[in-house]
Structures are given as structure tokens and as C-alpha cells.
């Protein structure tokens, strides 16, 4: 049985074609990269995987874990949330409530539906929420409101709160590319993490496939709404990704910085170490 | 004579000006990609202007003059209002009181119907067959006056605060959950789909995502519903719904002005004190 099997999924928004035939299958325990330039279709593919969309009618199924999800266009009416756990772009957690309220959210798909609705979550509940707080590096947040947290520090309780959530199986929607680059190599790490380490299944869209050839063994490309490499991430060369996309694939690609401009870079960083010690001394 | 000569200016002066452009156009030979909706604002500004002029003569705004005329005659009744008698302000004190008891109530029965009523008709909680009917019904609890539902709770419940309390309940519902309703309609849905994600149920989608967005808009057009309440419970007074509104409106009507005018004022400071209470509270909350 597959994680997910998408098959021949069509969605139009108006005149455009946003999917067009997308065929795809993810096996349990996988964790596969999703990229394309922007505008290639890998959100809207992640949000009818996710249930929160539905395609054309006869616009193809989606399969997930066995279950029915959606058939030309209807969301099955008995599917069962809360199997895929889903991180967001812009991490949309409920900004005025407590990181720790957030994270205990992802409790409620399986707490008993008054005990959730009243919002009393138990010792055991607690307990998980603050575990996974922990393993996302941010145990020290739990009482704040996530509106304060920064934007890597909210992403990283949005992974908590799917933590929380169990689910067998993780897609995440461009999760890095609000994110600096350090937040996003520790969010990336999380998310690996949560795939070696759990068997979760994780499917991933990414801006940049620098991080895909670093983090994902199998890289599914779009473009224009269709699928045009489903492989080994290693295969994705600068040139490849050039043929696939022409001028597009720069916004793809990291600037490889030229050697010549890193020395001077190294060196004056080098310098400003040696100089702190003394800046230190002289407040001291 | 003059207006012609301006005329005659302003006509050299476009002549010139489109002299201009038609140069200009040549030169880089491509018009300018027209930018949509000036026409329509122009024609929104025609509307409203058209209305207005409509609505001149019915208004009877021609009288405006009278207000430079014959302000003679409001500044005698007014006077009557210039010395405020306050030896009886202990019964004042009570009646203003019961006035914003009554408001206190009914405001309170307004919000607690109006969270659920609110979210029904907001368009993106509820389909249009929910939605539709539920803001009929608002419609109709807002589009008839406090002093009519007055009127109507009198006949059924006798005269007294009571039919104030529920005049200011039913229009009051009406009023806030179409308030509450648009402030659910602007939320951001990203938080509640993030929260459906998990396997929520509807109304737990509700209360984790969408009531902690909209709750300080809530409790603030609360406070304000409350304060503009109290201002209508007085008003109910007339109908005999109790209050000072009642006791204010029989001294006019008796003509003893100077009481009126103390009752006048202490309504002016309750609600003042209203209005800076419901601010602490709102910081307090937000």
C-alpha cells in the first residue's frame, strides 16, 4: 500500500491550468522533494493531496494510505483528517493563542470531541506537546504567544504541533523560503529527522534545489502544471535543470559564489574574530 | 462676463494641451494601456451626487436657512437648560442607574446570541442556505427600532425595564451579529485550514481559529454597542420602559427644564465614565 498515489489530477482556476494530468506515487517511509519554479503547480498538488482542495470534476483521484481522499472533483465525505499532517509556508499558526495551545492543536483530531472542544487537554497531551517542543529545539517558548516567536522559531512549533499530531504521513508547503538560511537548514534537518527517525513519509516543496540534492533521495519536478522529472535528486545537475527550465531555472539554483570574491570575504571575517576579543576587553 | 472669459481661457488651454499629448503620441507611438476603473469611480461620484440632489427637496434641506434666522428661538428654549436644578440628584442617580442596568443586560443577551448568529451568517462559516435565512432575520431585528420592539415587549411583559431589556436584546442582536459576522468574514482562513488539517471538527475549527482572530474586534464593537445602549436605554424611557430616560422625559414634558438639565448632564458623564471604562477594559483584553 502507498503513502499516496495521485493519479491523473487536473485542476483549472479559470483559464488557467494550474495541474494538468499530474500521475505520482509516494511510497511509505519516503522523503521525496517537490520543485519548481514559482507558479509550477507544487502548492496547489500539496493542498488536494492535503484534502484542503478538490480538482476538476473528472479531474482524476487521490489516493492516501489506502483511503479514498477525492474522485473528479469530491472530497471523499468519510475521509478521515488528520493522517497527513500538513507545515505551511507561512507556518499559519493561530498567532494570538499560547506556542503551547498551537502545538496541543494537533492533538485534537484524535482527544475525545468534547474533552477538544472544551479545550482540556490532559497530563499525557502536555506532556507530548512539550516533547516535541523539545525535539523541534524551542522548549522555552511553550508560554508565549506564537506571535512573538520569529519566523524559523514559528515554523519549527508549526513541525511541533504535526509532531503532536502523529500522522503517518508529513507534506510540507515551501516550508523554508520565508526563513533564513540558517533557520532553514534546522527546519530541514527537523524534517529529515522526523523521516529517518519515525519511518514518516515526508513530502517536501521546495524553491531551491540545493536543498532537495542535500536532504531528499528523490526529487519530483513540475512545470507548468505537469510533472517532468520524478528521480533521483543526484541527477538534478545545474545543466539538467537548465534544459528543463531554461531561464527559469535560476530561480532555482543558489549563485555559486565565484572563488575569487570568497577569500576576501574569509579573510575579513577572519579579521573582525581576531578584532572581538579585544573590542571585549576594552568594555570590560 | 467674466466666467465666459475664463471659459474662453480654460478652452485655449486644453486646445494646447491636447496639442501637446497628440505630439507626444506621435513620438513614441504607443497609447497608454488605459487604466481600469477611473470611469467607474466617475460614475460612483455622478451616483452619489445624483442621490444627494434627489433627496434635496424631500429633506426639506431648502429650510437651512431658518437655522441663522431664527436661532433666536432655540436659544430661549435652550436657556431654560442653562441653570440645572440637581436638589433631587439621589433619584436621578437611581433611575440612571436601572438605565444602564437595562443597557447592561441587554447588551449582555445581544453578545451571547450574536457569537453564534454571527458566525452563521458569515459567508465563509456557513453555506448561503444557512447564511441567507439567518441574515434575513438579522435584518429584520436591525431594520425595526429599539422604541417598536419597546412597544411591543410593553403590551407583552408590562410596563417597566424588562421591555427595555429585551427591545435593546432583539435590535441589538441584530446590529452586532452582523458586525461580529464581518469580522469573521475577514479573518485569515490559513490558521483554520492549518487546524482542519489536524482532524477538527467544524466547530473546533471555530474555536481555535477563528474566535481567538476575531476576539478583540468582537469585545470592542461590544463595548461600543454597550456604551450606544445606554444612550438608547434612556430613549426607551419615553415608552415608559423605565429608567431615567422615563423621569426625563415627563419633566420636559412638564416643563421643568432645569431638571431636565441636571438629568441631561448626569447622562452626558455616565456616559463619558462609560466610554473610558470600556477603553481600560478593551487595553486590558487586547
Redesign the interface.
Known amino acids: 500500500m502507498s503513502a499516496i498515489t495521485v493519479s491523473n489530477l487536473s485542476k483549472t482556476f479559470g483559464k488557467n491550468r494550474a495541474l494538468d494530468k499530474v500521475s505520482l506515487t509516494v511510497e511509505r517511509g519516503e522523503m521525496v522533494a517537490l520543485i519548481g519554479a514559482s507558479g509550477s503547480g507544487k502548492s496547489t498538488l500539496i493542498r488536494h493531496i492535503a484534502g484542503l482542495e478538490t480538482a476538476d470534476s473528472k479531474g482524476g483521484r487521490i489516493d492516501v494510505l489506502g483511503d479514498l481522499c477525492q474522485d473528479g472533483g469530491r472530497l471523499n465525505p468519510r475521509l478521515k483528517r488528520g493522517r497527513i499532517s500538513v507545515i505551511f509556508q507561512q507556518f499559519n499558526l493561530v498567532s494570538r493563542l499560547s506556542v503551547m495551545t498551537n502545538v496541543l492543536i494537533g492533538h485534537l483530531g484524535r482527544t475525545p470531541r468534547w474533552r477538544g472542544t472544551l479545550g482540556v487537554f490532559n497530563r499525557d497531551e502536555k506532556l507530548k506537546a512539550h516533547a516535541a517542543l523539545d525535539r523541534v529545539g524551542i522548549p522555552q517558548v511553550f508560554a508565549q504567544r506564537s506571535s512573538t516567536l520569529s519566523g524559523g522559531q514559528q515554523q519549527r512549533a508549526a513541525i511541533a504541533r504535526t509532531l503532536v499530531q502523529e500522522a503517518e504521513i508529513l507534506i510540507a508547503d515551501e516550508p523554508i523560503s520565508a526563513l533564513d538560511p540558517s533557520s532553514a537548514r534546522r527546519v530541514m534537518d527537523v524534517l529529515s529527522s522526523i523521516n529517518s527517525e519515525d519511518g514518516i513519509t515526508v513530502v517536501v516543496s521546495l524553491h531551491q534545489v540545493e536543498y532537495a540534492r542535500r536532504y531528499c533521495p528523490r526529487t519530483i519536478a513540475m512545470r507548468d502544471g505537469a510533472v517532468v522529472y520524478d528521480g533521483p535528486s543526484t541527477a538534478l545537475s545545474n545543466e539538467f535543470l537548465a534544459e528543463l527550465y531554461g531561464a527559469a531555472s535560476e530561480e532555482l539554483v543558489l549563485p555559486d559564489a565565484p572563488a575569487g570574491q570568497a577569500a576576501p570575504v574569509a579573510a575579513m571575517a577572519a579579521a573582525a574574530e581576531r578584532e572581538r576579543p579585544r573590542a571585549e576587553l576594552e568594555l570590560a | 462676463m467674466t466666467i465666459q472669459l475664463h471659459a474662453c481661457l480654460f478652452k485655449h488651454e486644453t486646445n494646447f494641451m491636447s496639442d501637446a499629448t497628440m505630439t507626444t503620441n506621435t513620438a513614441t507611438a504607443k497609447p497608454l494601456p488605459k487604466q481600469p476603473g477611473s470611469s467607474r469611480n466617475g460614475l460612483i461620484l455622478l451616483a452619489v451626487v445624483a442621490a444627494l440632489a434627489y433627496s434635496w427637496g424631500p429633506a426639506e434641506m431648502g429650510r437651512w436657512t431658518y437655522l441663522f434666522t431664527d436661532a433666536g428661538n432655540m436659544a430661549e428654549y435652550a436657556s431654560g437648560f442653562l441653570k440645572p436644578n440637581f436638589s433631587e440628584w439621589r433619584f436621578y442617580l437611581e433611575e440612571m442607574i436601572v438605565t444602564v442596568q437595562i443597557a447592561f443586560w441587554g447588551t449582555f443577551l445581544a453578545v451571547v446570541f450574536s457569537i453564534p448568529l454571527g458566525i452563521l451568517s458569515a459567508h465563509n462559516m456557513a453555506p448561503w442556505w444557512v447564511n441567507q435565512p439567518v441574515r434575513r432575520l438579522m435584518d429584520m431585528f436591525r431594520a425595526i427600532h429599539e422604541v417598536v420592539f419597546a412597544v411591543l415587549f410593553v403590551v407583552a411583559v408590562g410596563l417597566g425595564p424588562f421591555a427595555g431589556v429585551m427591545a435593546l436584546f432583539i435590535h441589538t442582536t441584530g446590529t452586532l451579529s452582523k458586525l461580529f459576522s464581518e469580522a469573521v468574514e475577514a479573518i485569515d482562513p490559513?490558521?483554520v485550514?492549518?487546524?482542519?488539517?489536524?482532524?477538527?471538527?467544524r466547530?473546533?475549527q471555530v474555536?481555535?481559529?477563528v474566535i481567538?482572530?476575531v476576539?478583540?474586534l468582537w469585545i470592542s464593537l461590544s463595548l461600543y454597542r454597550l456604551e450606544s445602549n445606554i444612550r438608547s436605554a434612556t430613549v426607551l424611557g419615553v415608552i415608559g420602559a423605565g429608567g431615567i430616560g422615563q423621569v426625563l422625559f415627563e419633566s420636559i414634558r412638564g416643563f421643568y427644564y432645569p431638571q431636565a438639565s441636571a438629568m441631561l448632564i448626569i447622562v452626558i458623564i455616565t456616559v463619558s465614565l462609560m466610554d473610558l471604562l470600556s477603553q481600560q477594559l478593551r487595553k486590558l483584553v487586547i
Do not use: N, Y
Open positions: 490559513r490558521p485550514e492549518a487546524i482542519r488539517t489536524t482532524g477538527a471538527s466547530v473546533q474555536l481555535f481559529g481567538p482572530q476576539l478583540p
